[in-house]
């Protein structure tokens, strides 16, 4: 059956680490092509395994780069430049060139942009959120990286408006330096308030606070445009036309984690898609419960513990999921696809079940 039936435009891959989401995710994205859609397979995960798994390099940080692959529709890769991203938006909402490299030759910005904790995932919504609304591909996959990460990725629109509207970034905004260089409210105290300053300069450092503070004085007219992008962010998580797929390791106690992150989608008000169980063992043949423990010097028991063990968990987590839920077992191959020909096997396999 086509994807369009069982996928939406866009759909982000999600689960815990060393699940297989970044194979799953260029396997879906080579199928999707395959069926004639023009597709964009791009990922935000540090580990950047997606520029592997495509035959891709570093020509596709912050740039949608055609893979390699023979397919009726297009098949893009493109890797998150989280600091790229962050300097266009301040091109883009500065109100001139003066403005706008007062922010860019600051040296807290270019600290801010290179990876302060919640700047990565902001970025990667908000690229999600720029090669969506250009409306090249028909249908886009974003490789997340692990559970706690996505989950921060999928806040953080909500993050930057709450920031825009704290108390915090009120008192950054104040005037605290003079013309000279000097703490305003440090002048006031004539040497007790040098001695003040001096304190602050040993221990955090009067240039860093004062190009924190110019930043936050050059970047207070933008502050609006980056309060209304969040909100559509927002919006494109949300909506009918977004679909999380979740992907998970096989076995029972991989039960705990999967629940709780599909509670997290559901209370955020996200479409939630199949449930990928991902290298599920093969049950052997007259081998029995294989509830026992294994003998470690026999491999056909130890397969057989394994195929046993994969089976009740896929069990345990259908009794768990709404009946509406799909939950699809994947099996364990014998080699993980390295390429595109194996690639697109995986693909067809995963096209097949979905339908």
Known sequence: MSLDRALAPLVIVVGGGGVGKTTLAAALGL??????????????????????????????????????ADTPGRLDASLLDAGATFDRLIERYSKDRAARERILGNRYYRHLSGGLSGILEYMAVERLFEVASGERYERIFLDTPPT???????????????????????????????????????????????????????????????DMADFFQAFAPLFEGFRARAHQVGELLASRETLFVMVAGPGEEEIPDLLFFAR??????????????????????????????????????????????DHAGLQALEGLLEPDQTLIGLPLLADAPTDLASLSELGRVLGARLG
């Open 31 to 68: 199928r999707s092509a395959e069926e004639g859609a023009d597709t964009l397979v791009m990922t935000f995960d540090p580990s950047l395994r997606l520029k592997d798994a495509l035959g891709v390099g570093a020509e596709a940080r912050d740039n949608e780069v055609r893979v390699a």
């Open 148 to 210: 706690h990460q996505a989950l921060d990725f999928l806040e953080a629109p909500d993050r930057i408006v709450d920031f825009l509207d704290s108390g915090a970034l009120k008192l950054a905004l104040k005037e605290w330096f003079d013309d000279s260089g000097r703490l305003k409210p440090a002048a006031r105290f004539g040497r007790l308030g040098r001695r003040f300053e001096a304190y602050l300069d040993d221990f955090v450092g009067l240039e860093l606070l004062r």
């Open 264 to 309: 997290k989608l559901a209370e955020r008000g996200y479409r939630i898609g199949p449930i990928l169980v991902n290298r599920v063992h093969p049950r052997v043949a007259g081998s029995g419960s294989g509830s026992s423990a294994p003998d470690p010097e026999d491999g056909r028991s130890l397969l057989a513990w394994l195929g046993e063990r």
